[in-house]
T-cell receptor, first 115, second 115 residues
Framework: KAGVTQTPRYLIKTRGQQVTLSCSPISGHRSVSWYQQTPGQGLQFLFEYFSETQRNKGNFPGRFSGRQFSNSRSEMNVSTLELGDSALYLC??????????????FGPGTRLTVT | AQSVTQLGSHVSVSEGALVLLRCNYSSSVPPYLFWYVQYPNQGLQLLLKYTTGATLVKGINGFEAEFKKSETSFHLTKPSAHMSDAAEYFCAVSVFSGGYNKLIFGAGTRLAVHP
């Protein structure tokens, strides 16, 4: 099976712009989670989507949003970029039905740099 | 609230020496625990997981971890370090939130292996 793929791998944006990142989960996985990784804050949970519905959300401002499509592919969007949004954004997929605890499989990440 | 503490942000060992990476968790319910490894410029890869049953869990690449409820610990070990083990290691606990599960990660431990 192909793993989790994320595009683009690297991105440079300017403050105030917006950005969209894409994630394709492992075939058959319906849950997609997004994480932000920075040297200062470590790995922080952004949100999780399952069957096109957001069912879990971390403590990030409304500038961070996401969606999931019927084929389970997911996008996250960050509007009005700030310097502090520079990070590695990781996507993870799992089978994870309700009440299930299932390991998450991570993609290689998108490195976002905001200048 | 559930949390994960990894003792030591940097650990350095000689090739062939024992690897011990420490993880303590805080959970009000029986936890599900995970160890992930991250190589440079890559996403996270699952090393091993503890859900229920046997408290000594074996993972990939010769790593294992032991769940000790009395000590609220889930330390990762490998009898003999290899140069290829140099990476960052993350301990995580699965948290039940809003009816679904999400992962809470520790801050990570960077393992260096020297000849």
């Amino acid at each position: 099976k192909a793993g989790v793929t994320q595009t683009p791998r690297y991105l440079i944006k300017t403050r105030g712009q917006q950005v969209t990142l894409s994630c394709s989960p492992i075939s058959g996985h319906r849950s997609v989670s997004w994480y932000q990784q920075t040297p200062g804050q470590g790995l922080q949970f952004l949100f999780e989507y399952f069957s096109e519905t957001q069912r879990n959300k971390g403590n990030f401002p409304g500038r961070f949003s996401g969606r999931q499509f019927s084929n389970s592919r997911s996008e996250m969007n960050v509007s009005t970029l700030e310097l502090g949004d520079s990070a590695l954004y990781l996507c993870a997929s799992s089978l994870a039905g309700q009440g299930m605890i299932d390991e998450q499989y991570f993609g290689p990440g998108t490195r976002l740099t905001v200048t | 609230a559930q949390s994960v503490t990894q003792l030591g942000s940097h650990v350095s060992v000689s090739e062939g020496a024992l690897v011990l990476l420490r993880c303590n968790y805080s959970s009000s319910v029986p936890p599900y625990l995970f160890w992930y490894v991250q190589y440079p410029n890559q996403g996270l890869q699952l090393l091993l997981k503890y859900t229920t049953g046997a408290t000594l869990v074996k993972g990939i690449n010769g790593f294992e971890a032991e769940f000790k409820k009395s000590e609220t610990s889930f330390h990762l070990t490998k009898p003999s370090a290899h140069m290829s083990d140099a990476a960052e290691y993350f301990c995580a606990v699965s948290v039940f939130s809003g009816g679904y599960n999400k992962l809470i990660f520790g801050a990570g431990t960077r393992l260096a292996v020297h000849p």
